[in-house]
């Protein structure tokens, strides 16, 4: 499959399964996925389809055991791990459904780990991040000091402080209230749109997956699509 300038993320030929005592599980069966850039893609299904599963393979953080990705294109499994990690870190935000912020670290510390990995000094653009996301005021707070929807805010920060062209989240309302989840949604929907950044987000939420570009649906390891 050719790479296209205009698309950022491209998918093919995705197989990954797992083993349940001596039973095999195909979760993703040859799954073809092209996002444009900029494109707002929702990832809906039942229960253990493989949405995360699909999602930590696009994202570099599991390795398929058939099939390419590639994202603003470069061959992401075709990196050595050290460089792997590098691009990871320079053009892919993740948020995480558990927020995973560092709890002895204060918000803006957790804003800052991805500029230390990439061996900058970031703390002007983590504040600007923390502004951003309307947390300002709490940057000195530890996340057990911060409610769960500040704690995601911080998290969006986190993945947004080096300016990626693709930002994945894993149910990011999942463990938040309608009123959280209302508020967080925006923010990154907003955020998304104003940065130009390519958005891929897993959710159970039909009505949530609805404000996206497209919608793309997995059952029995196969991709569906529904714009």
């Known amino acids: 499959m050719p790479i296209v300038s205009d698309v950022v993320i491209q998918a093919s030929n995705l197989h ?9 599980i195909e979760v993703l069966h040859g799954i073809e996925l092209s996002i444009s850039r900029g494109e707002r893609v929702f990832l809906c299904g039942p229960s253990g389809a493989g949405k995360t599963t699909l999602l930590y393979t696009l994202a570099g953080l599991e390795r398929p ?12 499994y075709a990196l050595t791990p050290k460089r792997q990690a590098a691009f990871r870190n320079a053009k892919i935000g ?9 709890p002895e670290l204060t918000a803006i510390e957790n804003i800052l780990v991805p500029g230390a990995i990439g061996g900058q000094d970031a703390h002007a653009a983590a504040l600007a991040a923390l502004e951003r996301v309307g947390l300002a005021d709490r940057a000195e707070h530890l996340p057990a000091e911060l409610s769960g929807g500040e704690q995601q805010r911080v998290a969006i920060a986190r993945a947004l402080v080096n300016h990626p062209p693709v930002l994945f989240a894993d149910e990011p309302t999942g463990n938040l209230d309608s009123r959280n989840s209302e508020e967080v949604m925006r923010l990154l929907l907003g955020l998304a749109e104003e940065s130009g950044t390519t958005l891929v987000v897993v ?8 404000r996206g570009d497209r919608k793309c649906v997995i059952r029995d390891g196969k991709l569906s699509e529904i714009r």
């Open 203 to 210: 959710t159970h939420d039909e009505q949530l997956a609805a």
């Open 94 to 102: 993740y948020i995480f459904q558990n927020y995973l912020l560092l």
């Open 16 to 24: 990954r399964s797992y083993r349940i005592g001596k039973k095999s």
């Open 65 to 76: 055991e058939q099939g390419t990705v590639h994202i603003d294109g470069a061959d992401l």
